[in-house]
């Protein structure tokens, strides 16, 4: 009898592998860390040794063009992983200045160039996290943003079985690993990258068949935005770009983008609900600092009257100063101005900050950026339609699941990526999905056992999130949600002798064949 396979949790390596980032760490703990790795998910080849004529890669599958607004450039034929530069290499060529061709084999979420993804991820494996290939030793469980092919699964299993060497491999959809982090099996799942969102369906712990969109709208249109409202605005500009020492037209447009990623980097930017309300934080005021004056000893020394005359003195011109006080706060909170620190200057700046998010939920905007940027009409949406679209569609049929669980779905939406730094976003989304509600239980109509006999139309909508009691991802959680929940399905998947994953002893008797089995 053989006996099961048991693995040292310090060996397990996650790979989180989006459209644009790599998140990447070894070894499972109690208290789930952040990932150690980070890496951009591009590779690079310098001009100088490109050919002159070039050629599709033999290694090119099916790319959904319209997922990304930047065109990628055919590699050429015949180049090793080695060829490419990755990493801190590729960080340094472009510092210094060198002719490099960029790719991205990821962007569209799915693997656009098989060379590049192995060069991508053996940098990973072997530099970054400095595993040792010849031990044999480590399981790697990964995710990756969209459902490929059972040929392409097949492929990665040969990929990191024969040229990785790993102990074992395991793959989950992106989506699903994001809203098992926020404690949920089922919901709709929302990532937003810097050209693109990602809209996910999942039911009970799987993607369901035709129930994903990808919108053409993402972080760098927001960015992009707000950009333009700040070049608009002559105060700020007269603060970034002083008449003493005035920036050129390039600069100061480099540095209003630079100040556009302070703000909602630093929580600055609240896009407001569909009514236009603003939930602000509360602050907490000061205590007097003569509040602890030893007042035994003024009255011992006889000094009481003066100190009374003093206060006296002290509320009058207080009383003054907090009116005029309170008069220009009504004024700024009118504006909702903040002021700011930023490269050495005090910036004020109001509430059209707060505008930064209207690519991805106002339908004017959208039209706008479709006039006048070339967007794709049939992928460019904003969220709430995507979403709409994405649970309308879905082939209940084919996935086993009764119609009457459409509803369900809409029970948890999650707002994953960077840009849920922009802490309200996720409620401002609920907000916006409210006239997709059905307020009104007649439409529904009543069997004869008094229930509903459709639920087609969802009854409520809840924003999800990662919760409070994962210490380590409070402040940036739902940002690296696939990662997190990628750890806890690794913990489960690896430590059952029967979990879903793929053994290098399974691999070498049935071959790249056995993945359907994990399928």
Same mark, same amino acid.
């Given at each position: 009898?053989?006996?099961?396979?048991?693995?040292?949790?310090?060996?397990?390596?996650?790979?989180?592998?989006? +459209? +644009?980032? =790599?998140?990447?760490?070894?070894?499972? /703990?109690?208290?789930?860390? !952040?990932?150690?790795?980070?890496?951009?998910?591009?590779?690079?080849?310098?001009? %100088?040794?490109?050919?002159?004529?070039?050629?599709?890669?033999? $290694?090119?599958?099916?790319?959904?063009?319209?997922?990304?607004?930047q065109?990628?450039?055919?590699?050429?034929?015949?180049?090793?992983?080695?060829?490419y530069?990755?990493?801190?290499? !590729?960080?340094? $060529?472009?510092?210094?200045?060198?002719?490099?061709? #960029?790719?991205?084999?990821? $962007?569209? *979420?799915?693997?656009?160039?098989?060379?590049? @993804?192995?060069?991508?991820?053996?940098?990973?494996?072997?530099?970054?996290?400095?595993?040792?290939?010849?031990?044999?030793?480590?399981?790697?469980?990964?995710?990756?943003?969209?459902?490929? %092919?059972?040929?392409?699964y097949?492929?990665?299993?040969?990929?990191?079985?024969?040229?990785?060497? #790993?102990?074992?491999?395991?793959?989950?959809?992106?989506?699903?690993?994001?809203?098992?982090?926020?404690?949920?099996?089922?919901?709709?799942?929302? &990532?937003?990258?810097?050209?693109?969102?990602?809209?996910?369906?999942?039911?009970?712990?799987?993607?369901?068949?035709?129930?994903?969109?990808?919108?053409?709208?993402?972080?760098?249109?927001?960015?992009? /935005?707000?950009?333009?409202?700040?070049?608009?605005?002559?105060?700020?500009?007269?603060?970034?770009?002083?008449?003493?020492?005035?920036?050129?037209?390039?600069?100061?447009?480099?540095?209003?983008?630079?100040?556009?990623?302070?703000?909602?980097?630093?929580? /600055?930017?609240?896009?407001?609900?569909?009514?236009?309300?603003?939930?602000?934080?509360?602050?907490?005021?000061?205590?007097?600092?003569?509040?602890?004056?030893?007042?035994?000893?003024?009255?011992?020394?006889?000094?009481?009257?003066?100190?009374?005359?003093?206060?006296?003195?002290?509320?009058?011109?207080?009383a003054?100063?907090?009116?005029?006080?309170?008069?220009?706060?009504?004024?700024? @909170?009118?504006?909702?101005?903040?002021?700011?620190?930023?490269?050495?200057?005090?910036?004020t700046?109001?509430?059209?900050?707060?505008?930064?998010?209207?690519?991805?939920?106002d339908?004017?905007?959208?039209?706008?950026?479709?006039?006048?940027?070339?967007?794709?009409?049939l992928?460019?949406?904003?969220?709430?339609?995507?979403? /709409?679209?994405?649970?309308?569609?879905?082939?209940?049929?084919?996935?086993?699941?009764?119609p009457?669980? +459409?509803?369900? =779905?809409?029970?948890?939406?999650?707002?994953?990526?960077?840009?849920?730094?922009?802490?309200?976003?996720?409620?401002?989304l609920? %907000?916006?999905?409210q006239?997709?509600?059905?307020? &009104?239980?007649?439409?529904? *109509?009543?069997?004869?056992?008094?229930?509903?006999?459709?639920?087609?139309?969802? !009854?409520?909508?809840?924003?999800?999130?990662?919760?409070?009691?994962?210490?380590?991802y409070?402040?940036?959680?739902?940002?690296?949600?696939?990662?997190?929940?990628?750890?806890?399905?690794?913990?489960?998947?690896?430590?059952?002798?029967?979990? +879903?994953?793929?053994?290098?002893?399974?691999?070498?008797?049935?071959?790249?064949?056995?993945? %359907?089995?994990?399928?």
């Open positions: 009898m053989v006996p099961p396979i048991q693995f040292k949790e310090n060996t397990i390596v996650v790979i989180d592998t989006g +459209r +644009r980032n =790599i998140y990447a760490g070894r070894g499972l /703990h109690d208290f789930i860390q !952040l990932p150690s790795v980070t890496l951009q998910a591009r590779v690079g080849l310098r001009k %100088s040794e490109l050919p002159k004529s070039r050629v599709g890669s033999e $290694a090119m599958e099916d790319v959904e063009t319209a997922a990304s607004s065109v990628q450039p055919a590699p050429p034929k015949g180049l090793r992983p080695s060829g530069l990755v990493g801190r290499q !590729l960080d340094q $060529a472009l510092a210094d200045g060198e002719a490099i061709e #960029v790719y991205w084999p990821f $962007a569209d *979420g799915k693997i656009a160039d098989w060379v590049q @993804a192995e060069a991508l991820w053996k940098y990973l494996l072997f530099q970054s996290i400095q595993l040792r290939r010849t031990l044999n030793e480590f399981p790697v469980l990964l995710s990756f943003p969209k459902a490929l %092919s059972v040929d392409s097949q492929r990665l299993a040969q990929l990191f079985f024969e040229r990785f060497n #790993v102990a074992a491999f395991s793959v989950f959809d992106r989506p699903v690993m994001q809203i098992f982090a926020a404690n949920a099996s089922y919901g709709v799942v929302v &990532d937003i990258d810097e050209y693109a969102a990602d809209i996910s369906c999942v039911w009970d712990g799987a993607l369901l068949n035709g129930g994903s969109i990808t919108t053409s709208i993402g972080l760098a249109d927001c960015e992009k /935005h707000l950009t333009n409202l700040f070049m608009s605005n002559p105060t700020l500009l007269a603060t970034l770009s002083p008449k003493d020492n005035p920036l050129a037209p390039e600069d100061l447009l480099a540095t209003v983008q630079r100040f556009t990623t302070f703000l909602w980097t630093e929580g /600055h930017v609240k896009p407001p609900s569909s009514t236009g309300v603003i939930v602000a934080d509360l602050g907490r005021g000061d205590e007097d600092p003569d509040s602890g004056a030893n007042l035994a000893a003024i009255i011992v020394q006889g000094k009481e009257k003066a100190l009374i005359e003093a206060n006296s003195k002290k509320k009058g011109a207080a003054a100063r907090d009116a005029a006080e309170r008069e220009r706060e009504k004024e700024r @909170a009118a504006l909702d101005l903040i002021e700011v620190e930023f490269e050495g200057k005090k910036v700046v109001g509430k059209d900050r707060h505008r930064m998010c209207e690519p991805l939920l339908a004017g905007c959208v039209k706008k950026l479709i006039a006048e940027e070339g967007k794709d009409e992928t460019a949406m904003t969220i709430q339609e995507g979403l /709409h679209l994405a649970t309308s569609r879905l082939e209940w049929s084919a996935s086993g699941i009764e009457i669980r +459409r509803s369900a =779905i809409w029970e948890a939406v999650q707002v994953t990526g960077k840009m849920t730094r922009v802490r309200t976003l996720g409620p401002a609920i %907000s916006y999905l006239p997709y509600i059905t307020r &009104d239980p007649a439409e529904y *109509g009543v069997g004869a056992n008094g229930q509903p006999v459709s639920t087609d139309q969802p !009854l409520t909508s809840k924003y999800v999130r990662v919760p409070e009691y994962f210490a380590n409070r402040e940036r959680g739902d940002e690296f949600a696939a990662y997190l929940g990628a750890n806890i399905v690794a913990k489960l998947t690896f430590n059952d002798p029967t979990g +879903r994953f793929l053994s290098k002893t399974d691999y070498s008797n049935k071959g790249p064949a056995a993945m %359907s089995e994990i399928l």
